[in-house]
């Protein structure tokens, strides 16, 4: 493709916070680092004040998510990725292993899985835009799965399909904890990060076990050696620590404010169906204006699928389905260019290992006012694209 006249900026109402990312995605409304509190800063994490709030996050979140009082949760390195690591190294192996994947982290943890010399793994895939048959997942074995895959928007629609037994059921939520109704106490293993749905600071991992996962953890040593920042138990012991705001490695305790900042600031806007709220609007908003725009549609073809986070949708139009692939990615590319230097929308081009589509993040803290004012603008930028690459 040539290179694209600059267009006339359009007559159109603009975003006033134009950062639709899907992570790390954008803080909260009315945001101001004034607002954090500093007095752990500079502190060890070990002293009692920043271990104290350490241990906040960890209730806090237990209380708004409605995760069951008998889980544990602790604050792990790694962001969401680490939290599902320490889930696969430290208790996978007695038994067979169902994977999901039907999106880019999926298939990430079937590779890691695989890695490890687990005789009965048995994946169930799908293509971008579908879910596998949940239907041949079996309560004896156990189970990895995204409940949101956040490069193809994708989400399961319930827990319903997750069949009682002896085996494990291990969730990556990151993208949909605190903006999706989650059946917690038919997961034994949730992850999640910080910087995905309530906008907070990377490298921090959130991970819940069940009272099963505890027992499997307690009960089983796994063959292969563990680095140190994937150890749950120290010789045959479970780290109980970890569970009350003892971290492997040295958090950042700034971070550690903002995230207890985005928590008060989900209590005061009403919990938890507030979030799921604002998330649902943000994916109603999209849906108006994809229906009224012939030449974009949702990845996700079930309705019941689409994500309200990771909201991926794909460009339908003739024109650009006859390019290849490289040509697509380029015209996403340049689309996605004029919305950037017109500063109304940042970073919302699809998943380098999706098909190539645009990512609007769709979470509690986007305002849906301002993904209202971005569509027309999605709509402007790609009929100039499409126009120049006719010409």
């Not at 919990?271 to 799921?276: D, F, H, M, Q, W």
Request: aromatic share 8%; proline share 7%.
């Amino acid at each position: 493709m040539l290179p694209m006249q600059t267009p006339q900026s359009p007559d159109l109402p603009r975003p006033e916070n134009p950062r639709f990312s899907s992570g790390p995605t954008t803080k909260r409304p009315g945001w101001d680092p004034a607002n954090l509190a500093l007095e752990s800063l500079g502190r060890s994490h070990r002293a009692a004040l920043p271990k104290g709030r350490l241990n906040a996050v960890i209730q806090e979140s237990r209380v708004l998510l409605g995760i069951p009082e008998d889980y544990r949760i602790g604050i792990v390195p790694g962001s969401d990725t680490g939290a599902v690591e320490m889930a696969l190294w430290n208790l996978l192996g007695p038994r067979g292993v169902d994977v999901l994947a039907w999106e880019s982290f999926g298939q990430g943890w079937v590779q890691d899985i695989r890695s490890l010399p687990i005789d009965d793994v048995r994946v169930l895939e799908a293509s971008y835009g579908d879910l596998p048959d949940l239907s041949q997942v079996s309560g004896d074995r156990d189970v990895v799965f995204t409940w949101n895959g956040t490069t193809s928007g994708v989400r399961v629609p319930n827990a319903d399909w997750i069949q009682p037994g002896p085996g494990l059921v291990i969730c990556d939520a990151t993208s949909a904890a605190f903006a999706m109704r989650i059946d917690y106490e038919r997961l034994d293993v949730i992850t999640w990060s910080w910087q995905k749905v309530l906008g907070g600071e990377g490298a921090h991992g959130m991970l819940a076990l069940s009272p099963r996962a505890i027992e499997r953890l307690r009960s089983y040593t796994p063959p292969w050696p563990l680095p140190k920042l994937l150890r749950l138990k120290s010789g045959n012991s479970v780290q109980n620590g970890l569970f009350s705001g003892s971290t492997i490695n040295t958090p950042s305790l700034l971070a550690v404010e903002d995230q207890l900042d985005a928590l008060a600031w989900s209590r005061d806007i009403g919990g938890l169906e507030a979030l799921i709220a604002r998330s649902e609007a943000n994916l109603a908003a999209v849906a108006r204006w994809v229906r009224d725009n012939a030449w974009i549609d949702f990845l996700a073809a079930d309705l019941a699928t689409r994500s309200s986070t990771s909201i991926c949708l794909s460009i339908t139009d003739p024109w650009f389905k006859n390019l290849a692939i490289g040509e697509q990615r380029e015209a996403v590319g340049q689309l996605t260019g004029l919305l950037a230097n017109e500063g109304v929308a940042f970073d919302i081009g699809a998943y380098r290992d999706a098909p190539p589509g645009l990512r609007l993040w769709g979470g509690a803290t986007v305002e849906t006012r301002d993904l209202e004012r971005v569509l027309p603008w999605l709509t402007w930028s790609y009929d100039h694209v499409r126009r120049e690459g006719a010409s």
